[in-house]
């Protein structure tokens, strides 16, 4: 399943490489990281990977394939 | 440096001198109340709130990494007049034994528990209730409650520790007040707490700071800002903590610190990402060195942070650095830690400026910690650095190979090591293969494993680094000849493990009384098989008394129950009963979450019942252990078990079935006198009782001589079977020695009564019965009686006799005219019994030999309550005692 996850702010190079498995690119006062997600536990560890990066995720869907 | 942080033997000491459970003092960094740095700003309104904690059971403090939860919670209960535990949660806590062990020791550090309170977790996949229950009691019972603040407790991920902190909670009354510091929700029942005005909760949206607050924030750090610059800021930062103190720091370093924040104002990166740059750009390039490197580690003192950086300055710069709350918290005796949101974002950092280094650092911290004798943190850095190598080296030379089996670390050790690739080839390394297997009962991986650490260690040249490594061999080669069957190479074990130990110092045998006491368990095991029953004995004894609390309960209670088998073999019904409770209830103590040993004090208590003729008893017990996980290859329970389900179908009149059970259902190298003695008397009863006498003779050829209690009843089955002389001879043979219980006398006892008997010599005949009964009554030795056939009958029958069986073995009811009665079969009382439906909530517990404590926690009322149920539910069944109790219940029906 693809997912995407909109966080606020613009992330830096070195914050989004926290996410080596998701592609990501910033717009107007956001990052949408984006990309597959394995199963329900990798879903819930990138939410927790954001919280205690300090992220604030604003909105998280999934995409048609 | 003082105490915990040096690198010399001072660590080791330290750690002798207190009672930690878990033996480690870098872990009394994990129950230290984090100091507030000068920059901390005390919330007038928080605290206030906060106060409301002390009114209900349960606090929640909740909000996002960096909003400040910890240093409020920490500030309050710094000024609290009540005992405060606090607990830091880490990841490795989600076993609920390991997370209780960890609450009961900052219970114990706060004193609002003593300090020698027996009871505490010791095994690390679970938790007995009773033990949560004598918790709750004693908490219940303090004059002053106790305050116990669980921190980071988002970390906390297994839902059955939250229904047992609701459970201790529960039943804790205002002996407890709960406070959970949390990123998440935790998985309690929160709105029930909420609905009964139970639950204070400061949530994330109040943690935020206010513009005035913010001001004053800013000022403690050095800046006087204009009210509208600051109000942007909260705007900016959604008056987040961490934030504000970035920010704050950020713009102290710049010329024009209000431009500068009105710049990050309009800019759109990411907050905390940002601001932590800003500062890391603004530390010297040894503090940004030093800040990255650590961030690998959980906890470090100056030293540990300069055996990452190779550097002498950790010291002055971490003490700078706390002194600005930059980055760091400070935990007490000079150990520090990184404040969780910065350290995972210069784990980000430190992997795109170092990349690859992260190993290397894992690897440098392993060799400090090993050093420095933290075993736990070396082999966890030293599996993340990917050197299996050296963790299996750190476990093996440290002599803990022992607590892959038992203790509180064993889960997590064996977890640890189940990523081992096969590039990791030293002895150590095989020899944790070995033990993981064997703790498993894979028999032909662990022998294997353990062949191949012998032959490299047995190529290299004796020398005195290998003498941890020879022992932990000794250790597992006793094992294996237990699980094998093999007394010879158990012995062999012994005696290297003997001589080997004269080469140790002695502190290190000390510090690992697991070691020792598994060693002469298995010994005793593969002794007590081969019928060496005294020699047995002394080793079980030993075990059975070690010292070492948590660490050696698994070989206590498995050492118990051997010794308890050892009774019943030797016809000791009433010691071995006591033995196998006393086993039964250390464990329960310990809170061990299934009985070790395959059950054995279960599997004795059967094999008693049945030989009480308590045939539910038995059957209720061998279920108990049937639903015990079918992984052991264990000789002696096995051996124990077919024992009891075969005498207990046998008397059930399944002599088929009993027949095929005698046989106990594992591969061994030696076979077992008793277990093969009580085997054929088994089939051979089974053949007699199908009317085969022949065949049933010949079965007796395999009981061997040198076991009284079996060489009894082979005579008993030889003269039913109409040899009377073979019979004479049998008794002939068994030697009356002191070590031999009532079991023989009274088995002896009515074969020679029978003999008299059918020779027509009636009076010695009631002679020997009279002395059989007066042997077993104290026993309540039901089943030579009951089991022995029709002549016994006309003899118990007559006046002397009757009164010696009545009340234990016959009814005492006028006009039973003798007839043997079993036990549990009386009459039916003359008023059908009606059980309430609670009265038969507490019978089906009794049934399932919980305590009354435990019965009343499990059925959230009070222990007087369910005394009462239980005196109206011995009333209506007319016994006074719960195992009558039960058993009436069930030939009743009413289980």
């Known amino acids: 399943m693809r997912y995407e996850i909109r966080i606020e702010g613009h992330l830096s190079e070195t914050l989004a490489n926290a996410f080596p498995e998701l592609e990501h690119v910033v717009m107007s006062g956001q990052t949408v990281l984006f990309g597959t997600v394995i199963d329900e536990a990798h879903l819930y560890g990138l939410l927790t990977r954001c919280q205690s990066l300090g992220l604030r995720v604003m909105e998280m869907r999934q995409l048609p394939e | ?895």
């Open chain 2, 1 to 895: 440096m003082r105490g915990v942080g040096t690198a010399d033997g001072a660590a080791r000491r330290s750690a002798d001198a207190s009672t930690d459970p878990l033996g480690d003092p870098y872990l009394r960094t994990r129950f230290a109340l984090p100091s507030r740095p000068a920059t901390f700003l005390r919330r007038q309104r928080l605290v206030v709130h906060l106060n409301q904690a002390l009114r209900t059971p349960l606090t929640l403090v909740n909000g996002s990494a960096g909003a400040g939860k910890t240093l409020l919670t920490a500030d309050w209960a710094a000024g609290l007049r009540l005992p405060v535990a606090w607990l830091t949660v880490e990841a490795g806590d989600h076993r609920p034994g390991v997370f209780w062990a960890y609450v009961f020791e900052s219970l114990r550090m706060c004193g609002a528990r003593a300090a020698d309170a027996a009871a505490a977790p010791a095994d690390s996949s679970g938790v007995g209730r009773g033990l949560l229950t004598s918790l709750a009691a004693e908490l219940n019972a303090l004059d002053r409650p106790v305050v116990l603040v669980l921190d980071e407790y988002d970390r906390m991920t297994n839902p059955e520790v939250a229904e047992q902190l609701e459970f201790v909670l529960h039943h804790s009354g205002q002996g407890l007040h709960l406070v959970l510091v949390t990123r998440t929700e935790p998985l309690l029942p929160l709105h029930r707490y909420r609905a009964a005005d139970e639950l204070t909760e400061i949530r994330g949206a109040e943690l935020s700071f206010t513009p005035q607050e913010a001001g004053a924030l800013l000022r403690l750090h050095g800046l006087h800002l204009p009210e509208p610059a600051t109000s942007a800021l909260v705007d900016r930062t959604r008056g987040w903590a961490a934030g504000l103190r970035l920010s704050a720091l950020a713009a102290r370093e710049d010329t024009d610190p209000e431009r500068y924040l009105k710049e990050f104002e309009a800019d759109h990166s990411t907050v905390a990402d940002f601001l932590l740059a800003e500062v890391l750009k603004g530390r010297t390039e040894e503090t940004q060195d030093l800040l990255l490197r650590v961030s690998v580690l959980d906890r470090f003192c100056p030293d540990l942070a300069d055996s990452l950086t190779l550097r002498t300055d950790a010291e002055p710069l971490l003490a700078g650095l706390h002194r600005e709350n930059a980055f760091i918290e400070r935990l007490g005796h000079s150990w520090y830690r990184l404040h969780p949101l910065f350290r995972e974002i210069l784990r980000a950092h430190l992997r795109e400026r170092l990349p690859g280094a992260e190993a290397e650092l894992h690897l440098r911290a392993a060799r400090w910690l090993r050093r420095s004798g933290f075993l736990p943190e070396t082999l966890a850095h030293g599996v993340a650095g990917g050197d299996f190598d050296l963790a299996a080296g750190a476990l093996v030379d440290d002599l803990a190979i022992g607590q892959l089996f038992t203790g509180l670390r064993s889960d997590a050790l064996t977890q640890l090591f189940a990523g081992m690739g096969s590039e990791a080839g030293s002895p150590a390394s095989d020899l944790v293969r070995a033990a993981g297997a064997l703790a498993r009962r894979d028999l032909d991986h662990g022998l294997g494993r353990l062949r191949r650490a012998q032959e490299q260690l047995s190529g290299t040249e004796v020398s005195p680094g290998l003498v941890a490594a020879r022992l932990s061999c000794t250790l597992l080669e006793a094992l294996a000849a237990r699980l094998t069957g093999c007394p010879p190479r158990a012995e062999q074990a012994a005696a290297t493990a003997e001589e080997l130990s004269q080469d140790l110092p002695d502190h290190l045998l000390d510090a690992h009384p697991e070691l020792t006491a598994l060693l002469l368990t298995h010994v005793g095991s593969a002794r007590l098989w081969e019928g060496r029953f005294d020699d047995a004995r002394a080793v079980l004894t030993r075990a059975a008394g070690a010292p070492g609390g948590s660490a050696t309960v698994l070989p206590r209670v498995e050492s118990m129950g051997h010794l308890a088998l050892l009774d019943y073999l030797n016809g000791w019904l009433g010691r071995a009963e006591r033995r196998a409770l006393a086993a039964v209830s250390e464990a329960d103590r310990a809170g061990l979450p299934r009985p070790p040993g395959a059950g054995l004090g279960r599997l004795v208590l059967a094999a008693v019942a049945v030989d009480r003729q308590e045939l539910s008893r038995a059957r209720a017990l061998l279920d108990e252990t049937a639903r015990l996980p079918a992984r052991e290859h264990d000789p002696v329970p096995t051996a124990g078990r077919a024992l009891a389900v075969s005498r207990l179908l046998l008397d059930d009149g399944e002599t088929h079935a009993a027949a095929e059970a005698a046989e106990p259902a594992v591969s061994v190298v030696v076979a077992s006198p008793w277990a093969e003695s009580h085997a054929a008397v088994v089939r051979s009863a089974a053949c007699l009782a199908d009317g085969r006498p022949d065949e049933a003779v010949r079965l007796l050829h395999g009981v061997c001589g040198d076991q009284p209690v079996c060489a009894v009843e082979a005579a008993g089955l030889q003269v039913a079977a109409g040899r009377p002389r073979a019979a004479a001879e049998l008794l002939g043979a068994v030697r009356a020695e002191g070590r031999t219980g009532p079991a023989v006398s009274v088995g002896a006892a009515l074969v020679r009564a029978r003999m008299e008997q059918e020779s027509g010599d009636t009076v010695t005949a009631r002679r020997l019965v009279a002395r059989a009964l007066l042997d077993a009554r104290r026993e309540r030795l039901r089943r030579p009686f009951l089991q022995a056939g029709d002549w016994i009958e006309p003899l118990l029958a007559t006046a002397p006799l009757r009164g010696l069986a009545e009340g234990w073995l016959l009814s005492g009811r006028p006009g039973a005219h003798g007839e043997p009665v079993r036990p549990g079969a009386e009459p039916a009382p003359l008023v059908p019994v009606e059980l309430s439906g609670r009265e038969r909530d507490v019978l089906r517990r009794l049934a399932r030999m919980m305590s009354t404590e435990e019965i009343a926690a499990d059925l959230f009322v009070s222990v007087n309550t369910v005394k009462t149920h239980l005196k109206s539910v011995y009333r209506k069944l007319a016994v006074n005692r719960r195992g009558d109790a039960v058993r009436r219940a069930r030939d009743l029906d009413l289980l």
